[in-house]
């Protein structure tokens, strides 16, 4: 089960920590990735991180902006977004694959996933 929160409204430029509490499986075995969904598109590859977190993934409108980590040891991931944008709003979807796979961007790469959490940035 993963649970995903640390959403919320924050103004253009401004800094939000999103968090994915996982349960049920042995978290530090599998890689995990956020997406985001904006109203009216498809989801997106966000980050994604190794088993370890000594890889890291990132798609270019994020990049140099969020960072993404994880604490095997609290099986929690996390999304630190800085410098937010208003194209930057979407409900924000943690993911994990637990099958034998080589890939990180797309949805279907992934074999649970948590509800989401809403990120507002005005401007």
Avoid: H
Wanted: aromatic share 16%; charged share 15%.
């Amino acid at each position: 089960q993963l649970q995903a929160f640390g959403g919320g409204l924050v103004q253009a430029g401004g800094s939000l920590r999103l968090s994915c509490a996982a349960s049920g499986r042995t978290f530090s075995s599998y890689v995990m990735g956020w997406f985001r969904q904006a109203p009216g598109k498809e989801r997106e590859f966000v980050a994604a991180i190794s088993w370890s977190g000594s890889s890291t993934y990132y798609a270019d409108s994020v990049k140099g902006r969020f960072t993404i980590s994880r604490d095997n040891a609290k099986n929690t991931m996390y999304l630190q977004m800085n410098s937010l944008k208003p194209e930057d709003t979407a409900v924000y979807y943690c993911a994990q694959r637990v099958r034998k796979s080589v890939g990180y961007y797309y949805t279907g790469d992934y074999d649970y996933w948590g509800q989401g959490t809403l990120v507002t940035v005005s401007s």
